[in-house]
């Protein structure tokens, strides 16, 4: 089946910094790709939909300037958190869509436990 | 409108019982109703969907009942077993759209 890829799967950096988290598609090409931010023991909050060789389209309350996504090829979406701060901490989980899939080829990551310190 | 309630919060299940999760939708453009299972640290897999134009879904020992007219959907895991003991997430999506709008996720517990 559809493999969906995510590094790192823990990271913790400091303060200010930036932290880049990769979401590939292993044996398949995503044509779009879905950036999720969940809480401890919350629900999974839909922030940005990057679709291959355009800008993403964020949701409302995310700020595109300092959750910048890049989807450069049908097998890479890269999410990149600018100056972290602790309130950033959280679980952030990509998924993506199959070209050719319909509503059931989602698969989604394994996840990357963000912690600023 | 863009909401998807989901109840209960938490469930404690013996094992070899039934465990029943409710969803409830507002938006009637919803075309797709999948079923996810999270274990701690890690993403979403989806267990089983279904689409508006059947009632039920069975696959092994779970199934989707689905309510088009109340627009609410339930999941149900037959002879419950300590394994199931995750978060479960139900979700909603439209052709129109493809984002997935998600259920605020139940913790089953399965007592052995």
């Known amino acids: 089946g559809a493999v969906v890829s995510q590094h790192p799967s823990r990271v913790i950096c400091k303060s200010g910094t930036s932290v880049k988290i990769e979401c590939r598609s292993l044996?398949?090409?995503?044509?779009?790709m879905f950036w999720y931010r969940q809480f401890p023991k919350q629900s999974l909050m839909l922030m940005a939909t990057?679709?291959?060789?355009?800008?993403?389209?964020?949701e409302q309350g995310v700020e595109k300037d300092k959750f910048l996504i890049n989807h450069a090829s049908l097998t890479l979406s890269t999410l990149t958190v600018t100056s972290a701060h602790p309130e950033d901490s959280s679980f952030y989980i990509c998924?993506?869509?199959?070209?050719?899939?319909?509503?059931?080829?989602?698969?989604f990551g394994s996840g990357t436990r963000l912690t600023v310190v | 409108q863009q909401q998807v309630k989901q109840s209960p919060q938490s469930l404690i299940v013996q094992k070899g019982g039934i465990s029943i999760i409710n969803c409830a939708y507002e938006?009637?453009?919803?075309?797709?109703f999948p079923w996810y299972q999270q274990f701690p640290g890690k993403g979403p897999a989806l267990l089983i969907a279904i689409r508006p134009d059947v009632s039920e879904k069975k696959e092994g020992r779970f199934t989707i009942s689905f309510n088009k007219s109340a627009k609410q959907f339930s999941l149900h895991i037959m002879d419950s077993q300590p394994g199931d003991s995750a978060t479960y997430f139900c979700a909603a999506s439209s052709s129109g759209t493809y984002k997935y709008i998600f259920g605020t996720g139940t913790r089953l517990k399965v007592l052995a």
């Open positions: 938006n009637t453009a919803f075309d797709y």
């Open positions: 998924s993506a869509r199959a070209g050719t899939g319909g509503l059931d080829g989602y698969t």
């Open positions: 990057s679709n291959e060789g355009s800008k993403a389209t964020y």
């Open positions: 044996d398949f090409q995503a044509t779009t």
